[in-house]
């Protein structure tokens, strides 16, 4: 006790005490991955490449035209599954678990009243959004790498064939196919997280972790649906969903990295953006 | 017992240690916060000493809360200063908030979690506790508070009681210069309120200051030493318990059946005197007590009984937030 | 206080830079400046891509299209919007052409002997033998898709030759292309073609001497009707395995060598359709008369430029054209930036780079 009140007596230029920035970040990962809808989030997530999985080994007929052209390539390719499952996910399901999770980083965390308990210990505005982004980062990562995880064990299972066939008409073997899926984790991660990174704008703007879910959601659907209108084609590159259907791209042989080259920068644009108004409510906001 | 505490709260009774004494663990000057149009607080000069148990009083939206927040850096002032255990806020934060516990706006913690994860994750938090001591400190706080039995329970389950005391147990996870408590007795049982007025006493005792928002009165006049009564945004009080009770003007409490006949008297005799309850209150005010019993005996009243009134905080209170503050403002000690 | 002002004025800047690189993303920065390149005449350089040994290359191919035309079903290349290719070339025959889209991606590969094409939507591949192929179209495997102008080698080649005539060719500065230095070749026709074009500019790679853009700009615009230019390109030696085909299993193999049968059905049915050349220069118009059942039932026109895919030709036609009549009858005009189509209720059809009078004045010519 002594020790700690002659530290107090510190003038103000030296430097403030600190919690270790790896004992926050543990301490947020543990909450963060203990808290119920994250686990189900989580959980759900991780069935999603399973269910399809055997919706394929269930469906007879052979490979369909036009637009379910992919799924007319899974059976015998069991490696396409975690690829088929991100693609499918991509929308909703992973924007989903991304917004929730930023949503209750801050709006949930303001309305249980534990920023604040958070902030009086201290730990600065700015470290505190940082603690909270890798957070958000973290659970995106998971929840990705579960849906690949699951889904390059359950296609083979399922589908048969560890190798995965292209669009392009090549068959890859498994280390390539492998490292094809392993680019969709970290492409897919990366967008999500530019999702997240605006959600947490949104959620330092509000104590109710609903509203920054929703609204995020609401502005991804606005995208997708302006997405759709031919004539606001100018629009269209600054939008983040712009780039999502790309990810087939990764299906094809040669590997064509422009779309999704394009797609992470615009990506990291979004979060780049998302973070800096994030910090600016987070240090200007009353908690 | 409160004139006990009054002595050693006074100036020499800094915290003890290498520290050189500081007068005030919190001061604000000017402090006004404004929500739109809506002035929440405005002009807030508050001292606390340091040392002192310091009650907060006022009605609901006096502007206790947000005066509390702005102290902890919470609220950012509309203007005016913080200054926080000698840093001035928001730049000292750092600084000086790892020596201040608080409980504010009711406790804050996650339901999923158990009473002991929830306070581990605010002790991860805590600069000044090694990450090695983090679980004997929440283990020492829930026993503090007596929710070690509770302690593996999910929060969701706990009652108003158990919340409130675990809140208290992590403004108390790291020996603090400066623990702020608002309203901290809420929804505890009479046990429960004792054994607030214990660990308050308790940190006083160890030289530690408490700044107590309450607006049950016999608590603060139990347990502080120094109080500031708000009203309408501004502080219309504030100065040591004792002082502000003893400021009160003397009155007499007389009873007798004959109040219209005592109270004719006693305007004749220009004493302002007026009824209450089956007898009068009769202020001193350039009179004495033995000058009014004459008055009143001359006149032919029965005087059942005479005495001395004690000025209470309540009344004190009533008489602060009821009249006009600027009548008040002239009362103010110092 | 000093703090805060500084993370505002941090964030500010993060928001300011993302929202620029979000413009930089969407709007990828041209070319920058023209490149300093030694003159040369518009004939030696017409004459060196004429020559140009073809080069081995790995490059991504846009067709720009900005016609005006409504986005049709089953047509998606007819709307306005960008088309991608992916072409491969050895240099020494072998070629791969890749036209990704949404969720499928059709292949073309020719191996020296053999041309593949695979539709990776319909799980099919079709195999032709070379001599066949040339015998059949007489075209490279390229060009069997039909959009000759997909690939900017053979577009700018044409046209360079077809235009020399009756265009001014001359060269004009020079440009950055797929980060290559080219000159601008401009043709531009003489005044007295009647035509809707101003003007055709061919970007042709300086060392190479191969067409790296090509620009249909049209009278009244600087933005080019149709641009069809490398996105990228990498010169150098091309993995061999990319030349190559084999139908991954469970493909469906067909074998379309042209029979001697087969070609004579094509002739029968190019005859019947007897297409018919007026005017020359920039102010041909193609002319002729639709074989009858071709524009109620499901079939393909034989010079390949349009595909209905099972719809209607007629009453896709009606959707996006405008009823006209005159001395010569009445019928349908199509107009887009470039050019201009018509087709009489009685079948005969007529189309050409021209304004509707050119038309007008040709169609008298079909019996």
Not at chain 1, 11 to 29: D, I, M, Q, W
Request: charged content about 20%; proline content about 6%; overall charge neutral.
């Amino acid at each position: 006790m002594t020790a700690t009140l002659a530290e107090a007596s510190a003038p103000t230029e030296g430097r403030a005490p600190r919690a270790p920035l790896t004992r926050l970040l543990r301490s947020e990962l543990r909450w963060v991955l203990r808290r119920p809808r994250t686990l189900i989030g989580l959980g759900l997530l991780g069935l999603a490449p399973v269910v399809i999985g055997i919706g394929i080994s269930l469906a007879t007929g052979s490979g369909r035209n036009g637009p379910d052209a992919l799924f007319g390539l899974l059976k015998g390719n069991g490696l396409l599954l975690p690829l088929l499952t991100l693609f499918l996910s991509m929308p909703l399901l992973l924007p989903l678990v991304g917004a929730m999770s930023a949503a209750d980083a801050l709006a949930g965390e303001s309305a249980n009243g534990t920023l604040r308990g958070l902030l009086l210990a201290p730990v600065s505005r700015v470290r505190l959004l940082g603690v909270k982004a890798f957070g958000v980062a973290t659970v995106t990562l998971i929840a990705v790498a579960i849906i690949a995880v699951v889904g390059a064990i359950a296609g083979p299972l399922l589908l048969g064939g560890t190798s995965m066939l292209t669009l392009s008409g090549t068959t890859l073997t498994v280390l390539p196919s492998l490292g094809r899926v392993l680019l969709a984790v970290l492409w897919v991660t990366v967008q999500i997280w530019a999702v997240g990174a605006i959600a947490l704008a949104i959620s330092a703007c509000t104590e109710h972790p609903l509203i920054a879910m929703a609204s995020t959601l609401a502005g991804l659907i606005v995208c997708t649906v302006l997405e759709s209108i031919s004539s606001l084609g100018w629009l269209q590159p600054y939008l983040l969903p712009d780039s999502w259907g790309s990810i087939v791209d990764l299906v094809r042989d040669p590997l064509d990295m422009s779309s999704l080259t394009t797609g992470t920068w615009r990506a990291v644009c979004y979060i780049v953006v998302g973070l800096s108004l994030a910090t600016a409510r987070m240090a200007t906001k009353d908690a | 017992m409160t004139v006990e505490a009054n002595e050693r709260a006074g100036v020499e009774s800094a915290v003890a240690g290498s520290t050189p004494a500081r007068v005030l663990a919190a001061r604000t000057r000017g402090l006004r916060k404004t929500y739109g149009r809506t002035v929440a607080v405005d002009r807030v000069d508050l001292d606390l000493p340091e040392g002192a148990v310091l009650g907060m009083l006022g009605p609901n939206g006096s502007g206790k809360t947000t005066t509390i927040r702005m102290l902890l850096g919470l609220t950012q002032p509309t203007a005016g200063e913080v200054e926080l255990l000698g840093h001035a806020l928001p730049g000292g934060a750092g600084h000086a908030l790892p020596h201040v516990g608080a409980l504010v706006e009711g406790p804050g913690f996650h339901p999923f979690l158990s009473g002991r994860e929830n306070l581990r994750r605010v002790g991860a938090a805590e600069p000044l506790l090694a990450t090695g001591s983090i679980r004997k400190a929440v283990d020492d706080a829930l026993e503090r508070v007596g929710l070690a039995a509770a302690a593996g329970r999910n929060y969701r389950g706990y009652s108003l009681g158990m919340k409130q005391r675990l809140g208290l147990a992590a403004a108390l996870l790291v020996p603090r210069r400066l623990i702020v408590l608002d309203e901290p007795t809420n929804g505890l049982d009479p046990s429960g309120t004792r054994e607030v007025r214990q660990v308050i006493a308790d940190l006083h005792a160890a030289g530690a200051t408490v700044l107590v928002s309450s607006h049950l009165l016999a608590e603060v006049e139990a347990t502080c030493t120094h109080v500031a009564v708000l009203h309408q945004g501004t502080v219309v009080a504030q100065g040591e318990l004792a002082e502000l009770l003893q400021a009160g003007s003397p009155a007499l409490q007389v009873s007798t059946e004959d109040i219209s006949t005592a109270l004719n008297a006693l305007r004749a005799a220009k004493v302002s005197a007026r009824a209450e309850g089956d007898g009068l209150r009769v202020e001193l005010t350039g009179t004495t007590a033995p000058e009014v019993l004459r008055t009143l005996v001359q006149a032919g009243v029965a005087v059942q009984e005479a005495r001395r009134h004690r000025a209470g905080l309540e009344e004190l209170f009533a008489r602060l937030t009821e009249s006009e503050p600027a009548a008040i403002d002239a009362e103010e000690p110092r | 206080m000093n703090n805060r002002k500084v993370t505002l004025a941090v964030t500010a800047a993060g928001v300011v830079a993302g929202v620029v690189g979000l413009g930089i993303v969407a709007n990828p920065a041209g070319a920058g400046p023209a490149p300093t390149l030694p003159s040369v005449s518009a004939e030696s350089l017409v004459q060196s891509v004429l020559t140009a040994k073809p080069a081995a290359f790995a490059g991504s191919v846009e067709v720009t299209n900005n016609l005006g035309l409504p986005a049709l079903p089953g047509i998606p290349l007819t709307a306005d919007g960008v088309n991608k290719a992916r072409v491969w070339s050895d240099g020494q025959g072998r070629a791969r052409l890749s036209l990704p889209s949404a969720q499928s991606e059709q292949v073309f590969v020719e191996d020296g002997k053999t041309v593949w094409s695979y539709d990776s939507a319909k799980k099919t591949a079709t195999k032709s033998t070379k001599d066949a192929a040339k015998d059949g179209a007489g075209k490279t495997p390229l060009d069997q898709h039909g959009d000759r102008a997909a690939n900017p080698v053979t577009a700018a080649a044409d046209l360079i030759t077809e235009l020399r005539k009756t265009s001014n060719i001359a060269v004009d500065g020079t440009a950055t292309v797929a980060g290559r230095p080219a000159y601008e070749l401009v043709l531009s026709p003489k005044p007295d073609e009647r035509t809707l074009l101003r003007e055709v500019r061919v970007a042709v790679d300086s060392e190479l001497r191969i067409p790296l853009r090509a620009e249909v700009l049209t009278n009244g615009t600087n933005e080019p009707a149709v641009q069809v230019a490398f996105a990228d390109l990498t010169v150098g030696s091309q993995d061999a395995s990319l030349f190559t085909f084999t139908p991954p299993a469970g493909t469906k193999v067909e074998d379309k060598n042209l029979t001697a049968k087969d070609r004579k059905t094509a002739e029968e049915a190019k005859d019947q359709v007897s297409p018919q050349v007026v005017g020359d220069g920039w102010d041909t118009t193609l002319v002729g008369r639709v074989p009858a059942g071709l524009l109620s039932g499901n079939a393909t026109a034989p010079n390949g430029s349009t595909k209905h895919n099972g719809q209607n030709p007629a009453a896709l036609l009606k959707q996006f054209g405008m009823p006209v009549s005159g001395a010569w009858g009445s019928g349908i005009k199509i107009s887009t930036k470039v050019g201009t189509g018509l087709l009489t209720d009685d079948g005969r059809f007529a189309v050409g780079a021209v304004p509707e009078q050119v038309l007008y004045e040709a169609i008298g010519q079909v019996k």
